[in-house]
Nanobody, 122 residues
Framework: QVQLVESGGGLVQAGGSLRLSCTSS??????MGWFRQAPGKEREFVAT????????NYADSVKGRFTISRDNAKNTVYLQMNSLKPEDTAVYYC?????????????????WGQGTQVTVSS
């Protein structure tokens, strides 16, 4: 089990960019993912990356705008978010999966961060 701490959220205008970071308390030989939850909505998958960083997968709603990456030497995963839209407004959560293979299924993630708020104004 590891502790995950997200940072980098904030308020940005539509069309702007933010970079989220997620730092782990220890090395994780596991895939990592980003999820988000908007008010009144269920948590949804955003992006995932394999342990090696060679495999990634994105939700259709963010494909081409968001990029997930990781620096294993720093135990950190990033989510670069460009061309932000008001509908991207949500609390963003970082999570560590049970396996090294990337997955969209939240049930495969057993360690979660506390979340960071992203607000995109129109």
């Amino acid at each position: 089990q590891v502790q995950l701490v997200e940072s980098g959220g904030g308020l940005v205008q539509a069309g702007g960019s933010l970079r989220l970071s997620c730092t782990s308390s220890g090395r994780t030989f596991r895939s990592m993912g980003w999820f988000r939850q908007a008010p009144g909505k269920e948590r949804e998958f955003v992006a995932t990356i394999s342990w090696t960083g060679s495999g990634t997968n994105y939700a259709d709603s963010v494909k081409g705008r968001f990029t997930i990456s990781r620096d294993n030497a720093k135990n950190t995963v990033y989510l670069q978010m460009n061309s932000l839209k008001p509908e991207d407004t949500a609390v963003y959560y970082c999570a560590a999966s049970k396996s090294p293979v990337p997955t969209r299924q939240s049930s495969y993630y057993n360690d979660w961060g506390q979340g960071t708020q992203v607000t995109v104004s129109s």
